[in-house]
């Protein structure tokens, strides 16, 4: 991310971004996985356990970049560690697309059709994401021989 005039935020600046986003991440997992759990959202469904290893690994992948991230993040790293976090976000996405663990019950809103359109969104989201760290990935590889 740039700023108005091209320059990076300052190093304090993204290293609180990445604490935060680390201590995101591993509070999602532990109340996917401890407390409260999964099974305690209402219109999850059983078959929410064919996802949850993709969630998982995207929120893991996203933990352990952040880690290291606040050690160094040249912009070649934030664009390769962010490729690969999108690369298994976009897997969970499909994953949750065919096994679609949701059951809204009746209801006057069709919240099936809203989690669709959004996981639709998701993957256009990502498959832009990743084509744009790519560039950004290729472009600074070029500009540092």
């Known amino acids: 991310m740039l700023d108005q005039k091209g ?14 986003a680390t201590v995101f991440n591993a509070a999602v997992l532990y ?15 059983s078959e929410t356990k064919q996802v949850l290893s993709w969630v998982s690994a ?3 992948a996203g933990l352990g970049a952040n880690v290291v991230y606040v050690l160094a993040d ?6 390769l560690g962010d490729l690969v976090i999108t690369g298994i976000g976009l897997v969970a996405i499909i994953r949750i697309w065919q096994v679609f663990p949701f059951d ?6 069709d919240w099936a059709l ?32």
């Open 7 to 20: 320059r990076r935020p300052s190093v304090a600046t993204r290293r609180t971004g990445y604490v935060f």
């Open 31 to 45: 109340a996917i996985h401890s407390w409260p759990g999964w099974q305690q959202v209402p219109f999850l469904t």
């Open 58 to 60: 995207s929120l893991i």
């Open 74 to 79: 040249p912009p070649w790293l934030k664009s």
């Open 104 to 109: 809204f019950g009746e209801t006057s809103f």
């Open 114 to 145: 809203l989690v669709r359109i959004l996981l639709g969104i998701g993957f256009f989201g990502s498959i832009a994401a990743m084509i744009v760290q790519s560039v950004v990935l290729v472009a600074d590889g070029s500009r540092r021989r």
